[in-house]
């Protein structure tokens, strides 16, 4: 793997300065965020919405950095409901997830009132069931905004090799087709009249190419279309968004490439000609957020172990767990340390290829594996890449009670 990673001149000064004993620490680039995140919304035509999925990464700064470039926030539970409603106040939320609470449902619908809740991602029939008896006294502009979350079956080859499938095969996920058609025979029902149904939603896999996410928005834009003419009465012109879900690819072998937001906006925009009065919506967590993110750490040890070298910095995969828990080496790049305060032979490695391991006692916690690196030694400073994504907030802080990093902004 490549470690050729280029530090911002910002985030290399910080992760020179911290003492040792503030590390490891994360380091988010919010200057670069607003940048990238502008640089999205200015590839995307005026009818595409784009909404930050919170659970890529829900720290406030960031939320509250994305504010000018999205046009709302797409939260997966009451907890990130109440926490992105009160880091962003007012902004709009699409609220979804596979298993919600009757609580969750309680909290949600009360923050609906007050215009919360823009969108509802309904995922089951039952789910539709408890939404009616709840709204039911709700009428005119009070009723609740939802769309149908669909697990549509693609075209064979479609998402093929995507590392995580949410649908388009057997899952949790959203609505089979004739689950939906059960949907859509509810809401014509008089007893559904506090919902109103806006549109489809579908997030089907993470990890997709601009062409494979085009290819998959045409084919659920086109199923959606194809609903219209066969809709319920009373529900003729309900489909008029689509929500075609996140999973813009971000390429950890290669940091320096960019999922082709321009060609991604110039395909919808495409798309969107041939379907004049509809509204599409996306919801990217990973792509908008994984590059902000830095996660500042020094070896502590330079070792050989039959044959084979690793380093253990400080830290590890309970405070960065996105290589864990994808199976890929985190990039990174060496800062070197030239002071070294000890008597003693400093621990080191000439060149070649070394394994950046963490402070777990399991053979799991490797940031980064077999890595080539020009030089590294015991007291070097190294600053892992890509760590504002599905990083801090999905890792098992608890395990071996180190001390838990600090945040740092760049402002
Ligand atoms: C996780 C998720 C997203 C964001 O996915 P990314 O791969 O981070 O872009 C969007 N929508 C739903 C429903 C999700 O569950």
Redesign the pocket.
């Known amino acids: 793997m490549s470690t050729t990673v280029t530090l911002p001149a910002a985030v290399a000064a910080q992760a020179g300065e911290l003492p040792a004993t503030a590390l490891p620490a994360y380091l988010y680039d919010l200057p670069g965020l607003r940048a990238h995140a502008a640089a999205i919304r200015a590839a995307l035509p005026e009818r595409v919405e784009l909404y930050y999925?919170a659970?890529?990464n829900p720290d406030p700064a960031l939320l509250v950095a994305l504010r000018d470039a999205v046009d709302g926030y797409?939260v997966?539970s009451g907890g990130e409901l109440a926490h992105v409603r009160a880091a962003v106040p007012g902004a709009a939320l699409a609220f979804?997830g596979p298993g919600k609470t009757p609580e969750e449902l309680a909290v949600a619908l009360g923050q609906a009132l007050d215009t919360g809740v823009h969108r509802w991602h309904v995922e089951s029939v039952a789910e539709l069931h408890r939404l009616a008896e709840a709204t039911g006294h709700r009428t005119g502009a009070d009723r609740l905004d939802l769309l149908l979350r669909v697990n549509l079956p693609l075209d064979a080859g479609s998402l093929d090799g995507v590392p995580l499938a949410?649908g388009g095969r057997p899952t949790p996920f959203g609505l089979d087709p004739e689950q939906l058609q059960e949907c859509l025979r509810l809401l014509a029902e008089p007893r559904c009249a506090g919902l109103r149904l806006r549109g489809i939603h579908a997030?089907l896999a993470?990890g997709l190419d601009a062409a494979s996410q085009l290819a998959v928005a045409e084919q659920l834009v086109a199923w959606s279309a194809g609903l219209a003419p066969r809709l319920p009465a009373g529900l003729a012109g309900a489909i008029e968004e689509v929500n075609v879900?996140?999973?813009?690819a971000v390429d950890y072998a290669d940091p320096t490439a960019r999922f082709d937001w321009v060609a991604y906006g110039a395909g919808l925009a495409r798309l969107l000609e041939r379907y004049p009065g509809l509204r599409l919506r996306i919801?990217?967590?990973?792509?908008v957020s994984a590059y902000c993110g830095w996660y500042l750490t020094e070896v502590l040890e330079v070792k050989r172990s039959h044959g084979e070298e690793f380093a253990v910095v400080r830290g590890g995969t309970h405070h960065l767990r996105t290589p864990a828990a994808r199976g890929h080496s985190q990039p990174f790049a060496v800062l070197p340390v030239e002071a070294w305060p000890h008597p003693w032979p400093r621990p080191a490695l000439a060149s070649g290829l070394v394994t950046l391991a963490g402070q777990l006692c399991t053979p799991k916690d490797v940031l980064a594996h077999r890595a080539a690196v020009p030089a590294l030694r015991a007291g070097d400073r190294v600053a892992f890449a890509m760590a504002g994504?599905y990083a801090w907030n999905i890792s098992h802080h608890a395990f071996l009670m180190h001390p838990q990093p600090d945040f740092h902004l760049l402002r």
């Open positions: 999925a659970k890529a797409e997966s979804g949410m997030h993470s879900g996140g999973g813009m919801e990217p967590g990973r792509a994504a």
